[in-house]
């Protein structure tokens, strides 16, 4: 009996994912959910008790290796930058539906201040690299916010392969080498 309520659970999750991942947390609806994973509303609840509950589920794996990451940033801010950049590049390969959920669809959740959080440290280390080289700090946010955006954009509009992980490897090789040598 319980490895049929794992594998209910197991496709609750899955459902849940491909929902987030369309159209958000704040969009998506337990019925959206039931529905697409077969079963009745009051039958999802009786496994979930609310839509965050599903949502931590579904990103935990993703947090718990993106808690780790932040553990263990550098101090040196241009080795910062590319020990967050190299990590992105590792966990968006690894837990790709993750990462654009959270990165993407959080809104109205707990998790969102996780992607805040994160989202902070990696502008700090845009701000020391661009001060080091005499560069207006103004221009951290927005340099921030287009290499997640960048990285999210070319993962969603690409059908996951071998070219969409080259694409995005190039993408961050270039935030990594180019950018950071260049304001430096």
């Known amino acids: 009996m319980q490895v049929l309520k794992e594998k209910v659970r197991a496709k609750i999750v899955k459902a849940a994912e491909k929902e987030f991942k369309r ?10 959910i039931a529905a697409n994973a077969n079963m009745t509303v009051g039958n999802l609840y009786r496994y979930y ?43 968006q390969h690894n837990y790709l539906a993750e990462w654009l959920i959270l ?20 502008e700090d280390s845009v701000v020391d690299i661009l001060k080091r080289g005499g560069r207006r700090t103004e ?8 290499i997640i955006f960048g990285l999210n954009s070319i993962l969603q509009s690409q059908k996951i392969s071998k070219e969409t992980c080259e694409l995005t490897n190039e993408f961050l090789n270039y935030m990594i080498v180019d950018f950071s040598h260049s304001v430096a």
């Open 49 to 91: 008790k609310n839509k965050e509950e599903i949502f931590g589920v579904v990103i935990n794996r993703l947090t718990v290796k993106l808690e780790k990451l932040m553990d263990n940033i550098p101090e040196n801010p241009k080795s910062r930058l590319s020990y967050l950049l190299s990590g992105f590049k590792e966990l």
């Open 103 to 122: 990165f993407g669809g959080n809104g109205g959740t707990r998790y969102k201040k996780i992607a805040d959080e994160i989202h902070q440290i990696f």
């Open 139 to 146: 221009l951290a946010g927005p340099i921030t916010s287009s």
């Open 23 to 32: 159209i958000g947390f704040e969009k998506a609806s337990m019925r959206a």
